[in-house]
């Protein structure tokens, strides 16, 4: 049995059903009307009559044609791999702002499998008082779909907006996102280092909301951690469209963590899934600190020391058991520094705009107030001198500003005209 069929009944216990039984048939072509032939759908139904089982679960999408056809046969409810991890999602949307994300993903998955899929969806029957507006239930039905989706998609613009206006409040601070294939122990790992009192459970998909909180990771310095979401395999592509305000937390932060099982037996490919979704996102060339949890779940410590040999520069923590938090900090501090550009700037003080906003966005680490002169003009001013450390996202932005006063000359004391 693959990786992936493991991770259905994992995801089929996490929605709350009894796994009692597993097929995987062998299937050369993939067949328009039920997936995977007339004769494994029989096969499929005798199975089913045996053991009682009142649902089936298939590990790829289905159309609403095989779905309809496969119930038929084998007499009982179907989902497929979308449908599932969307019930997973809405069991575990706690926040209004998850709920509506849930909401349009379900809708979105929905509306083109309507077809024969409701007692309703007959023609309106004529006579006396019965005659409708001329249109069957089914597109009504769509109608009203319609209009619910553009109302959840116009809320969604909302929050992303109020997302996007609370992140410019936190310009001054570096922004860390842990990011991780689900159940990887990312909400454990955010709480241990910050205390967010986040909920972790070892199931899929406990923690669907991005929380942020102020971590110091040294003495005086601080950044803003998110957990966020967990990816899977074959994650619904319209989970992340509606996840996309929630998922912009990762796009926006400067430096990523990304947080694997290091006791699962699949986890690069795990890693590579992430990595993937990563793509999907846009999100390319991002500083990336791995970071290994559940060391303390390897039993032989030969594992432990070969996962060391492989990857060097990761951190090997166990979040649950609070071994090595503390080279996880310094590794997070180490990868911070790496992306930081030194910059020394010489600005008028008059323009105090400009000297503000660098203090702002910027770690000053040294500043003196001394004179200066335009080479072509005789007047002596005022300037500070600083010297800076700044992020990546900055950078640009700063530089143009030291630009503006390129010609602007520290001038020596004793050459001050008298």
């Not at 900090?329 to 520094?337: G, N, V």
């Not at 992020?391 to 630009?403: C, G, K, M, W």
């Amino acid at each position: 049995m693959d990786d992936s069929i493991r991770e259905l009944a994992l995801l089929a216990d996490t929605a709350g059903a009894y796994v009692i039984d597993i097929i995987v048939p062998a299937v050369q072509r993939i067949n328009v009307a039920t997936f995977v032939g007339k004769g494994k759908v029989q096969e499929l139904a005798e199975r089913v009559a045996e053991k009682e089982a009142d649902l089936v679960i298939f590990d790829d999408d289905l159309s609403n044609i095989q779905v309809r056809n496969i119930e038929r046969e084998v007499g009982c409810k179907l989902l497929d791999r979308s449908a599932l991890i969307l019930d997973i999602f809405a069991r575990n949307a706690r926040t209004a702002t998850a709920k509506t994300q849930v909401e349009l993903a379900q809708l979105e998955y929905l509306l083109p499998r309507l077809t024969r899929q409701w007692t309703h969806l007959s023609r309106q029957k004529g006579g006396i008082g019965m005659r409708g507006p001329g249109e069957t239930q089914i597109e009504t039905d769509r109608r009203l779909i319609g209009t619910r989706i553009a109302t959840l998609k116009e809320r969604l613009v909302k929050i992303d907006r109020q997302r996007t206006t609370q992140r410019k409040g936190r310009a001054n601070f570096t922004r860390v996102s842990l990011i991780g294939y689900t159940n990887a122990g990312k909400s454990t790992l955010m709480n241990e280092l910050a205390g967010a009192g986040v909920l972790a459970e070892n199931r899929l998909f406990a923690t669907l909301d991005a929380t942020t909180r102020t971590v110091e990771i040294s003495p005086g310095r601080d950044v803003l951690l998110s957990d966020t979401v967990g990816f899977i395999r074959k994650l619904p592509h319209r989970l992340i469209e509606s996840f996309k305000s929630t998922l912009d937390e990762v796009r926006e932060s400067d430096i990523l963590m990304h947080v694997l099982d290091a006791s699962h037996p699949s986890f690069h490919e795990h890693k590579d899934v992430v990595q993937r979704t990563l793509l999907e996102l846009d999100v390319r060339d991002k500083p990336t600190l791995l970071v290994f949890n559940k060391v303390d779940a390897i039993e032989d410590p030969l594992d432990l020391l070969a996962l060391k040999n492989e990857f060097p520069h990761a951190a090997f923590v166990s979040a649950l058991r609070g071994i090595g938090l503390k080279e996880l900090r310094d590794k997070l501090i180490a990868t911070i520094d790496a992306g930081f550009e030194e910059i020394e700037a010489v600005i008028p003080v008059s323009d105090q705009k400009a000297i503000q906003h660098i203090r702002t966005v910027a770690e000053v680490l040294k500043e003196d107030y001394t004179w200066g002169r335009v080479p072509y003009e005789a007047e002596t001013l005022g300037v500070v001198r600083l010297l800076y450390r700044v992020a990546p996202r900055y950078t640009e932005d700063l530089s143009a500003l030291t630009e503006r006063y390129k010609d602007l000359k520290v001038v020596p004391e004793d050459s001050l005209p008298v």
